[in-house]
């Protein structure tokens, strides 16, 4: 089962800051969080990770709380093409093969 | 960097036929590869671990002997559905990960329709 609870669904208005919650609040020390996106009938894409400091790349921010039990990821300036299911994953390691188990994710739809 | 093809893209078999699938890690070498399946507005379900030369880990309910999973080089690996069924149609998505960035990289995904 997913060790992550994201909103089902959420809306923004292309130009403004996107602000994807996530709770994990069983999460371990030495587990990272990372981020996917999943445009309509296209593989997943890598976005951001992190461990317990925030974390910027060219695509977005993710900030984790003190206490690593939740996080949320910031696309600065959302546009049309960022709607898409957006994934938070808390990495499992499992003997070595550290698979990403896949929770129902945030449909996040940019409007115009 | 880090690229990930598929083939094919789209597949239609009828029932009862095998139907291959393959996963190419582009611009790197991909010591753990993986398998997943998609059905409509589900989300993704992990159906097997492969570790190149090594026999494939398989996911609790998935049948080994129905996808075969071979892993032969580093950069390539196969999932055969044998046998497909109508209930078998879904997204069939595989991910790569290298032994220098432990990333997982997606491939598009292929579509497989069985008639």
């Known amino acids: 089962d997913a060790k992550t609870t994201q909103p089902p669904s959420m809306d923004c208005a292309e130009g403004r800051a996107a602000n994807l919650p996530c709770n994990h609040s069983t999460i371990s020390g030495n587990e990272y969080v990372y981020w996917y996106r999943q445009i309509h009938s296209q593989g997943p894409q890598y976005i951001i990770h992190g461990l317990k400091n925030n974390e910027t790349n060219e695509m977005a921010s993710l900030i984790i709380t003190e206490d690593r039990k939740s996080s949320t990821l910031i696309l600065p300036h959302a546009t049309l093409r960022d709607t898409a299911v957006y994934y938070c994953i808390v990495r499992v390691a499992d003997g070595g093969s550290e698979k990403l188990v896949f929770g129902k994710g945030t449909k996040l739809t940019v409007n115009p | 960097g880090a690229v990930v093809s598929q083939h094919p893209s789209r597949v239609i078999c009828k029932s009862g036929t095998s139907v291959k699938i393959e996963c190419r890690s582009l611009?790197?070498?991909?010591?753990?590869m993986f398998w997943y399946r998609q059905f409509p507005k589900q989300s993704l379900m992990l159906m097997a671990t492969s570790n190149e030369g090594s026999k494939a880990t398989y996911e609790q309910g998935v049948e080994k002997d129905k996808f075969l999973i071979n892993h032969a080089s580093l950069t390539l690996s196969t999932l055969t559905v044998t046998s497909a069924h109508p209930e078998d149609s879904s997204f069939y998505i595989c991910?790569?990960?290298?032994?220098?960035?432990?990333?997982?990289?997606f491939g598009p995904g292929t579509r497989l329709t069985v008639t």
């Open positions: 611009d790197f070498q991909a010591t753990t």
């Open positions: 991910s790569a990960t290298g032994s220098i960035t432990h990333e997982q990289y």
